[in-house]
């Protein structure tokens, strides 16, 4: 459906041409109207799927530009989603010339309260930092009229409902509420409608929880030996842009520096980090200057970075909606992605559990052989070496090569320099992770055999208890995670890489519909 068959302003439909969207999502085309009629919403579609625009296209629209009230207040969970939605916002509102701002923490305070004196029409906001200027009196969410929880799950989880109802205080009751997400297990919803008025709950149908542009592996491993097998995996895969979640912020920095030593171009970013540092680490992956970023869950939720093709669980999320998110840092906006998660044999059950909930099965993938990982790196030396080929201004080395080729012939100056660039001697250099520890034990224990996806608990197989995320006083709790998450796996099928552009095994892969986009040069 055309945007312009969904109630929009001229203002709105310019800006959305020059955002390149031609087509509206399915998640877009059924909110949008009943937002703009006022209705509370549940919106609930696979990730990478438009829900900002969804939820961002009615707010913008209703906007009175003409006021310095803040009329809409948008929850996100994490600093980098908050800034990230502010982004969008702020562009697809630009002809309209709407104010959006961001508030979040690890950033200077004052410089916020400047920009909210100023007036802002939507304010996007972690928790924390959203009751810390509630608190100081220096935004005023009295006249907001819509209220968006992003990551509606996540913000409604008990690690953030405390914040979100001291949010709720500050807000009137008379609103409109809109709650988005991909996942919503049944008792977090029960929770979220609570705070609303005869919601609309608008599920777009999908046979998998998780969308299908993603091809799921996993891969199974005995703990010590997941480091290897995950540095073989890549020198095979060959990622151009990969996440690599890893299950506590000492697990990202190791698993950071030992990639780094097997020569990958890898960064951290969790929520013992600075801001400058994490919005620093983004840019670098955004600008493909590194090609592995490790993560917590900090990265799990709403992250829209286009080209990353590859999604490794090093460890396995305790919950399967973060599976759900996780792996849907990929797969975006009708581009195809990749995951692979890492089990153990103790860990078995939570892959089951994941399966339960996305109604998908993973494929398995066998470890490659030393040999294999070789010959991935070896392409890829290749390939750098044929690029420096083409690009070399040879006149500049006339002598020393003149030199090299007198003493030595062509095939073993080509080997040096293959061997100098491919550098195989890194691949084996020793490194071993802190022990973390396992993720408990399901009830049924490892029943090894056939994996028939039972899922444990009750309906929404929520475990009880909080599930991480460091609260800081006066600052946001950005990260979940802080807890233990885990990991597993086992294989038959190496997946293909992305450098060697070998083509994914199977039928070529459909282009969603729902991404129509034209290119703006
Ligand atoms: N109608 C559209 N046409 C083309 N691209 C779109 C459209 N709507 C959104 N996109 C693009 O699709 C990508 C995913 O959008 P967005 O991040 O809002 O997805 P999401 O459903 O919120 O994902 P997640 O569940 O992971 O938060 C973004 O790059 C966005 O610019």
């Known amino acids: ?136 009196g220096t935004i005023k969410l009295g006249n907001v009229k819509t209220l968006v929880l992003d990551e509606a799950d996540e913000m409604l989880n008990m690690g953030f409902l405390e914040d979100i109802e001291s949010i709720l205080k500050a807000v009137p009751d008379k609103r409109q509420t809109l709650l988005f997400s991909a996942t919503m297990p049944t008792a977090i919803k029960r929770i979220g409608v609570q705070f609303m008025t005869d919601p609309e709950h608008i599920q777009i149908a999908a046979k998998e929880l998780t969308t299908d542009l993603v091809d799921q592996y996993y891969v199974r491993v005995r703990d010590n030996e997941k480091f290897d097998t995950l540095t073989r995996i890549l020198d095979v895969q060959q990622p151009e842009l990969a996440i690599l979640f890893g299950r506590t912020k000492r697990r990202v920095d190791e698993l950071t520096r030992g990639l780094e030593l097997r020569g990958f171009k890898a960064a951290g970013i969790h929520g013992d980090l600075t801001q400058q540092k994490r919005s620093q680490v983004l840019k670098q992956f955004k600008a493909k200057e590194i090609e592995i970023l490790v993560a917590t869950d900090v990265a799990a939720r709403g992250l829209d970075i286009s080209g990353v093709t590859y999604v490794y669980n090093f460890d396995i999320p305790q919950d399967p909606e973060s599976y759900v998110h996780r792996i849907g840092r990929t797969g975006r906006a009708g581009a195809h992605g990749n995951s692979v998660t890492f089990v153990t044999n103790a860990e078995m059950d939570y892959l089951k559990d994941i399966e339960k909930l996305t109604k998908k099965r993973m494929q398995p993938l066998k470890p490659p052989t030393r040999e294999e990982a070789v010959a991935g790196r070896l392409s890829v030396a290749s390939a750098s070496v044929e690029a420096a080929v083409s690009a070399v201004d040879a006149s500049l080395f006339a002598e020393a090569a003149e030199g090299l080729v007198e003493k030595y012939d062509a095939k073993t100056l080509a080997a040096a320099l293959l061997s100098a660039v491919a550098n195989v001697a890194e691949m084996d250099e020793s490194f071993s992770l802190s022990h973390e520890r396992p993720l408990p034990r399901k009830r049924s224990g490892f029943g090894g055999g056939r994996r028939d996806g039972g899922r444990q608990g009750g309906g929404n197989g929520r475990r009880g208890g909080y599930r991480g995320g460091d609260r800081r006083s006066g600052g946001d709790r950005s990260e979940r995670g802080s807890r233990e998450r885990r990991s597993y796996d086992r294989g038959s099928r190496t997946g293909s890489g992305d450098r060697s552009q070998r083509g994914q095994s199977g039928a070529p892969r459909r282009s969603s519909r729902d991404f129509v986009i034209r290119n703006n040069d």
């Not at 998640?27 to 009629?37: D, G, M, N, R």
């Not at 630009?94 to 410089?111: P, T």
Request: cysteine-free; aromatic content about 4%; charged content about 20%.
């Open 1 to 136: 459906m055309k945007f312009s068959e969904l109630g929009l302003s001229e203002d709105l439909l310019t800006a959305i041409e020059k955002h390149g969207y031609v087509e509206a999502t399915p998640i877009q085309e059924q909110t949008i109207p009943l937002t703009l009629a006022g209705k509370d919403v549940i919106g609930q579609a696979q990730t990478g799927t438009g829900k900002t625009a969804a939820f961002g296209l009615p707010i913008l629209e209703m906007i009175d530009t003409n006021s310095r009230d803040v009329q809409a207040l948008i929850v996100s969970p994490t600093r980098e989603l908050a800034i990230q939605t502010q982004e969008e916002l702020f562009k697809l509102g630009r002809d309209k010339h709407v104010r959006v701002q961001a508030v979040f923490g690890g950033s200077d305070i004052r410089r916020q309260i400047t920009n909210l004196n100023h007036g802002a029409n939507i304010v996007v906001g972690t928790p924390g930092r959203l009751i810390d200027h509630i608190n100081r």
